[in-house]
């Protein structure tokens, strides 16, 4: 497993990016790394815009490959006030852009591109757990 701790602030994005990419390295195809990433900056970013509410707190991203299946496991830890996004309503994707509410589409995405979410709140902590298969 790999664990970074890291300012969750939007100019850190791209270390985080540059560990996911070391991380899984070879172990899965373009198209997969890249929703992978897509669903890492999202996470990231609500994270470093919204969990501390305007103020400069600590994430914690672990990467851990699993088998049988073979699959990624990323957990996001923040001590932000306490938000589960898997409860906000998914966009009507129906209606055109300036038709559709603002926000939303990050975490629509992230249901979309992995096999597996789950938010809990742990120990002061907000968890979010998404899985991607790697093949």
């Known amino acids: 497993m790999q664990e970074l701790k890291i300012e969750a602030k939007e100019d850190n994005l791209y270390l985080v990016m540059e560990a996911l990419e070391e991380y899984i390295r070879g172990q899965c195809s373009d198209d997969v790394r890249d929703q992978l990433l897509i669903c890492v900056d999202e996470l990231f970013i609500n994270i470093a815009h919204y969990a501390y509410e305007g103020e400069v707190g600590e994430a914690i991203i672990q990467m851990e490959i699993r088998e049988e299946p073979k ?52 120990d002061g902590y907000n968890k979010f757990t998404i899985e991607k298969l790697l093949f």
């Open 71 to 122: 699959r990624l496991k990323v957990v996001f830890l923040d001590r932000g006030i306490p938000y589960n996004p898997l409860e906000k309503e998914d966009p009507d994707i129906t209606l055109s852009a300036e038709d559709r509410k603002i926000g939303g589409l990050g975490i629509f995405m992230v249901k979309d591109f992995t096999d597996y979410q789950e938010y809990e709140y742990v």
